[in-house]
C-alpha cells in the first residue's frame, strides 16, 4: 500500500533496492555494470514523488482532490509527496513505472542487451542498433555505453520515438489496439531535448547518436538506416510494433537480434505473430523475462 508524506524538503525513502553483480577485473564490464546500475536507479533510495505524478490511477474525485491540495501547497516552499517503493523482483523484471530512472526495463533486459550487443561486436555482425520507443532513453543510452566500452567507433544508435507519448489507437486500421489509452499518460511523453540531456549527462552524446523524432510511420520508412545488427522494439501497441517490424526487420542482418520489450501485452504479440507468419518465419522466441521476449536472425 503506497503511503501519503508531507515534505518540504527532498527526502529518501525507507529501503535501498541492491542489485548483486559480479565482481570483474576488466575495466569495460566493471563500466558497464556501473551503467546499468545508475541507468536504473538502483544505487540510490526510492525517494517520494509527487502525488499528481501517477493522478491518472485514481478515481475522478481523488484526483481532483490530489490536485487540488497539490496545487494549494504549491504557492508554499512545501510540496505533499507519496512514497513509491518496488519490489526487487519487479525492478529485476522491469514491472515498475520508476520516477527518477532513466530505463524502466529492468536489469534482466539489461543484461540481455548487453549479451547481443557483445555478440554482434563479436561475430562481426554488420549493421547499426535501434530503439523503437526509447521514454528517457535509457536503452538507447546503454547501447551507446557498451559500444564506447568496446572500442566500436563504426557503428550508430538510432534513438526513434515520437517524443510525445503513445499515439491514440486506430482501431479501424488495427484493431488489435481497441481500448488501449496508453496516449492519455502524460508520464509516457519524454521530449526529445530531455533525452539528449539524458545522453549529454552520461557523456555520450555525439553524432553517432541519431534521433528519429516523429510517429513510425512517418520516421522508420525514410530513416537512414542500411543495416541493423540489434533491433529493440518497445511501442507496447500493435500499430507500433508491427510499423517497426515492416519498415526495420528487413534490414536486420543474419545473426542480428530482434528484440520485442513488450511480448507479454496481447497486442504487441499478435503483430509479432503476424509478421513472422507473413513472412514465412519459424523463429522460437526466447524469453527474457516475464514481459519480453527474442529471437537470433
Not at 246 to 264: M, R, T, V
Request: some cysteine.
Amino acid at each position: 500500500m503506497m503511503g501519503f508524506v508531507l515534505r518540504c524538503f527532498y527526502g529518501a525513502s525507507a529501503s535501498t533496492y541492491y542489485h548483486s553483480y559480479p565482481m570483474h577485473s576488466k575495466p569495460e564490464l566493471l563500466y558497464l555494470d556501473l551503467m546499468k546500475r545508475t541507468l536504473s536507479f538502483l544505487m540510490w533510495p526510492e525517494p517520494p514523488i509527487p502525488i499528481t505524478l501517477f493522478n491518472k490511477h485514481r478515481t475522478p474525485l481523488k484526483r481532483k482532490l490530489a490536485a487540488g491540495i497539490s496545487s494549494l501547497l504549491n504557492k508554499r516552499p512545501y510540496h505533499i509527496m507519496q512514497s513509491w517503493e518496488h519490489t526487487a523482483e519487479a525492478k529485476e523484471e522491469g514491472r515498475a513505472w520508476p520516477a527518477y530512472a532513466h530505463t524502466m526495463i529492468g536489469t534482466k533486459r539489461l543484461d540481455q542487451l548487453q549479451t547481443c550487443i557483445e555478440s554482434v561486436l563479436r561475430d562481426g555482425v554488420e549493421g547499426d542498433l535501434i530503439e523503437t520507443g526509447v521514454w528517457r532513453g535509457g536503452a538507447t543510452i546503454f547501447m551507446r555505453a557498451v559500444l564506447a566500452a568496446y572500442g566500436d567507433e563504426k557503428r550508430k544508435v538510432f534513438v526513434a520515438d515520437s517524443f510525445e507519448g503513445l499515439p491514440k489507437p486506430d482501431a479501424e486500421l488495427y484493431p488489435a489496439d481497441k481500448g488501449d489509452n496508453l496516449h492519455e499518460y502524460a508520464y509516457l511523453a519524454v521530449s526529445k531535448e530531455e533525452v539528449e540531456d539524458n545522453f549529454r549527462k552520461y557523456g555520450l552524446l555525439d553524432d553517432r547518436v541519431v534521433f528519429l523524432k516523429g510517429w513510425f510511420e512517418d520516421t522508420l520508412p525514410t530513416a537512414p538506416i542500411s543495416k541493423l545488427a540489434v533491433l529493440r522494439l518497445d511501442g507496447d501497441m500493435y500499430s507500433s510494433t508491427i510499423t517497426s517490424l515492416e519498415n526495420l526487420y528487413p534490414k536486420l542482418s543474419l545473426g542480428g537480434f530482434c528484440i520485442i520489450d513488450d511480448y507479454a501485452l496481447p497486442g504487441c504479440k499478435q503483430a509479432v505473430d503476424d509478421y513472422l507468419e507473413r513472412i514465412g518465419a519459424d523463429f522460437a522466441l526466447t524469453p527474457i523475462d516475464k514481459s519480453s521476449s527474442y529471437w537470433r536472425k
